[in-house]
């Protein structure tokens, strides 16, 4: 079955990069996203790759896939406090098919 | 980008009501969309997928009879928690894929929070 994995917990000074790192396991897979979720707040999608792509890059957000070891990363220039939230791996097959989570990274920004 | 709103954003009920919470895509049509539970701290798990105007898929586990969903318009999904018990107390989040284009993106709403006491 399919299965998302991250790490639990990432702190980091203001103003440095953050990388958040999540490996998965199904081989099929077409989308990778990254999700942000606020306390007590719904998910909002930052940024998504498709399987075929090495990298995209958007703003302070860079995304990077190797697709040979499953492993997605997120990283965030130059760190602000507003960065301070769970962020969610996730992946899909595509074709409207249902999305699996990671399990999530509570990203911890100390001034 | 794309809206997606619920209600309601929170609710307390007692053990046995039953409790209706509305996903609605407010600038775009969705043919499909999905419900998840998430736990404090803990992952999203999808419960079920909502296609308009046919019954839900239920993912494994999910009793279809405790969580009934209803996709009658194209905007609009309902989940109605029958007899909830406090178990049932979580936060419940929808999403909506736009069935007009081909992007695979789906826009969360910002969740329900359930607590049955």
């Known amino acids: 079955g399919e299965d998302v994995e991250q790490s639990l917990f990432l702190s980091v000074r203001e103003g440095d990069s953050s990388v958040i790192n999540c490996t998965y396991t199904d081989s099929s897979s077409t989308y990778l996203y990254w999700y942000k979720q606020e306390p007590g707040a719904g998910l909002q999608l930052l940024t998504y790759?498709?399987?075929?792509?090495d990298m995209k890059q958007d703003q302070r957000l860079t995304v990077l896939l190797n697709k040979k070891d499953k492993h997605l990363s997120l990283r965030i220039a130059d760190t602000q406090t507003g960065d301070s939230a769970i962020y969610f791996c996730?992946?899909?097959?595509?074709?409207?098919?249902?999305?699996?989570f990671g399990t999530g990274t509570q990203l911890k920004v100390e001034l | 980008g794309a809206v997606v709103s619920q209600h309601p954003s929170r609710v307390i009920c007692k053990s046995g009501t039953s409790v209706k919470i509305e996903c609605r895509s407010l600038?775009?049509?969705?043919?499909?969309m999905f419900w998840y539970r998430q736990f404090p701290k803990q992952s999203l798990m999808l419960m079920a997928t909502?296609?308009?105007?046919?019954?839900?898929?239920?993912e494994q586990g999910v009793e279809k009879d405790k969580f009934l969903i209803n996709h009658a318009s194209l905007t609009l999904s309902t989940l109605t928690v029958t007899s909830a018990h406090p178990e049932d107390s979580s936060f419940y989040i929808c999403?909506?894929?736009?069935?007009?284009?081909?992007?695979?993106?789906?826009?969360f709403g910002p969740g329900t929070r359930l607590l049955v006491l």
């Open positions: 999403s909506a894929r736009d069935s007009r284009t081909y992007q695979e993106t789906q826009y």
């Open positions: 909502s296609n308009e105007g046919s019954k839900a898929t239920y």
């Open positions: 790759i498709f399987s075929n792509m």
């Open positions: 996730a992946e899909s097959m595509g074709g409207g098919n249902k999305l699996t």
């Open positions: 600038d775009f049509q969705a043919t499909t």
